[in-house]
């Protein structure tokens, strides 16, 4: 017993400092509630009490930042500073995603439902925030973020991810966005996409390993899309279930079938892609 308990305070000794999954998990839901009131504990009317609030969760940051070096290459102030200033343009982001998910789902009965009920909203608000850190080079905080959010939604975003305006998730459950993955502009998802890599070695990890989705397509459920290569052209339609490592011309639409090709009714998969010229 006293050389496993010798092996436990060895490992407590040399774990790195950084901060809990508790400070983490509070300082986003601080940040969304302070966007948007329908996460907040308490309304925020008095525009001095926001004001105090938002300049509290700044100081916040920079203590985070500042007490773990580590886990950035900047001085912890500045990044904190920086990441403030570009809050805005976050928020904004997150408005046409909002708008994005209203205008495509006809169960939506008003936007506050959606930022209240809608783990697609709430996964990619999480996102947004995850990868503004990512982009200033700040390390763990963000994948920390990331499966919070992964956690209450079953939707997981790597911070890495390059994901373009008015994104839309719809259900979200299973989602998988793999690091490298490069979205555009007014994509669709639907649950059970993964945008995946090929190849799982280690030595790969600096390359680009995930798909590229251009503007205007839509996903839906349970399509899996694999390789850096990959690229599936904008305005296409991928359909459910299909299965992807090739890239596919814009406009294009693929879809998975089942076709009987004997009299014993034995089935074999078919994969049928259609160009909308």
């Not at 839901?29 to 907040?40: S, T």
């Amino acid at each position: 017993m006293s050389t496993f308990i010798d092996r436990l305070h060895q490992s407590h000794n040399l774990c790195p400092g950084c901060p809990s999954p508790k400070v983490i998990n509070r300082f986003f839901q601080d940040i969304l509630g302070l966007m948007f009131p329908e996460h907040a504990n308490e309304l925020l009317k008095e525009r001095g009490n926001l004001e105090m609030k938002y300049f509290d969760l700044q100081v916040q940051l920079k203590k985070i930042l500042t007490r773990n070096s580590q886990l950035h290459s900047g001085d912890g102030e500045e990044l904190a500073i920086k990441f403030f200033d570009s809050m805005e343009h976050v928020y904004d982001l997150l408005l046409e995603d909002l708008e994005a998910i209203y205008a495509g789902d006809p169960a939506a009965k008003s936007k506050t439902e959606i930022i209240r009920c809608y783990p697609g909203f709430y996964a990619v608000a999480a996102y947004r925030v995850a990868h503004l850190l990512h982009s200033l080079g700040v390390f763990l905080i963000p994948r920390m973020i990331a499966e919070y959010a992964h956690s209450r939604t079953g939707v997981e975003i790597h911070p890495g991810a390059r994901i373009g305006r008015h994104f839309c998730i719809d259900h979200g459950t299973g989602i998988v966005i793999g690091e490298t993955s490069v979205v555009g502009d007014h994509v669709k998802i639907y649950q059970g996409v993964t945008l995946g890599a090929l190849s799982v070695n280690k030595e790969d990890a600096d390359k680009k390993r995930h798909p590229t989705i251009e503007d205007q397509v839509v996903i839906y459920a349970g399509a899996t899309i694999l390789g850096g290569d990959t690229v599936i052209g904008r305005e296409s339609i991928v359909g459910g279930n299909v299965w992807l490592t090739k890239s596919i011309p814009p406009r294009s639409k693929i879809y998975y079938q089942t076709k009987l090709y004997d009299a014993s009714s034995n089935l074999t998969d078919l994969y049928v892609l259609k160009r909308d010229d």
